[in-house]
């Protein structure tokens, strides 16, 4: 009695441990599978602010946006505040439609543009031309997208933040999967409580005496 009660006891547990390792298991791969969609098969804008020249009396910047992901990026919106400095001129450099809805004109301290849609691996490049040394920097600038706020590319530890990230969800979904494996060899060559029942199912069996 003592061994089949073991025998069920262990069963019981080796089902609970199977149950647990298929919820994380899926848990994770749910998980690592929304980072990698994100991380590679989605728009990934980025915007880096450019330095700021002085060529006396004017004052040049601007901001570089691309698409480093793998899908275009949709209704991109630049908005961009100058402030104390005035525009005096805007250069745009690139080959997707824009429309400029507010400012941009000379004596304005602030532009937004309107962009429909950047394809993958494209570039979209505003220069100004001021009298004042302008403030820019992620307080000031917002770039955004149907998919969400761009980031600043020129901030640093972002890459390498970024590939140590996916370099440990890569790891953690590589352990559930092999210890999913694992468990469920283990599960199915050993299976130690069914010998033990049909062990012990032979030896409680009665058996008849032999009739003359």
Known sequence: MASARDSKSQRNWWSYVSKLSTI???????????????QFFSPDLRYTILPVY?????IFSGIILENRGRRPAEDVWVNLSLSPARIEQVRIKTQEQYE?????????SHIA???PRIVQQSS?????????RPQLDHESVLVSSKAG??????????????LFYAGILGGVVAIAFLARVWIW??????????????????????TEGKQC
């Open 113 to 115: 543009v309107s962009i």
């Open 24 to 38: 994380v298991s899926l848990l994770t791969f749910l998980l690592g599978g929304g980072f990698c969609y994100k």
């Open 100 to 108: 400029i809805k507010r400012g941009g004109q000379p004596g304005d």
């Open 149 to 162: 706020r761009a980031r600043e590319s020129s901030a640093p530890g972002t890459e390498s933040r970024e």
């Open 185 to 206: 060899w283990w599960g199915a060559v050993n299976r130690p409580w069914k010998k033990r029942i049909i062990v012990h199912s032979i030896k409680d069996t009665p």
């Open 124 to 132: 979209f490049a505003i220069y100004f031309v001021t009298s004042q």
């Open 54 to 58: 002085e060529v006396s009396p004017s």
